[in-house]
């Protein structure tokens, strides 16, 4: 998503999430198991990466190659994804039970191979949260967008529109979503 510098909406499906109902549902229709990654694009519904990318690039990448494995999906999904995933011990996969809903969208600045959006993205998850994902990797337009919110181009940061916060530095975002939606 940052590699296509998108902007997207996240909805949380975690073990014990509200919505894991609907993406069963949409499986059986499909005649597939439920498997996440899961994604719609208006009438384009996924669930493979594979396809998820496939699609993306097609759709939104102009014609931008796929970068090679060696250059950016092996390295990268071993440090950022793999590695963090066995040494957090899954967390980000499962809601906490005293999660509480959000009447409006969050949203999250944020470029996938930061480790520290990462942990603000598994709280968002674990709290069962939907929010935009605004990618503001290097050479994102989105970035002058985000200085004029935090006066820098620093990710994490995050705008709630339920309590008017606006703020950066992950540690501070993470207590402040379990203080106050759990």
Request: glycine fraction near 10%; charged fraction near 25%.
């Amino acid at each position: 998503m940052t590699y296509l510098d998108l902007k997207y909406t996240v909805v949380p499906s975690g073990r014990g999430s509200s919505n894991r109902e609907f993406v069963n549902k949409v499986a059986s229709l499909k005649g597939k198991k439920a498997t996440y990654p899961y994604f719609e694009d208006g009438e384009v519904m996924l669930f493979e990466s594979e396809d998820i990318i496939s699609h993306l690039l097609s759709k939104y990448g102009g014609g931008a190659p796929l970068p090679p494995p060696s250059d950016y999906f092996l390295p990268s999904t071993l440090i950022t994804g793999w590695l963090p995933s066995l040494l957090r011990l899954g967390r980000g996969g499962t809601v906490v039970p005293t999660s509480k809903p959000a009447s409006k969208q969050l949203v999250l600045y944020d470029y996938e191979g930061n480790q520290f959006s990462r942990l603000v993205r598994e709280a968002l998850t674990e709290l069962d949260l939907t929010h935009e994902i605004r990618s503001a990797g290097k050479g994102s337009g989105r970035r002058e967008e985000l200085k004029g919110l935090s006066g820098k181009t620093t990710v994490p940061y995050l705008v709630d529109p339920n309590t008017d916060v606006q703020m950066g530095q992950s540690a501070d975002i993470v207590e402040y979503l379990y203080r106050t939606y759990s």
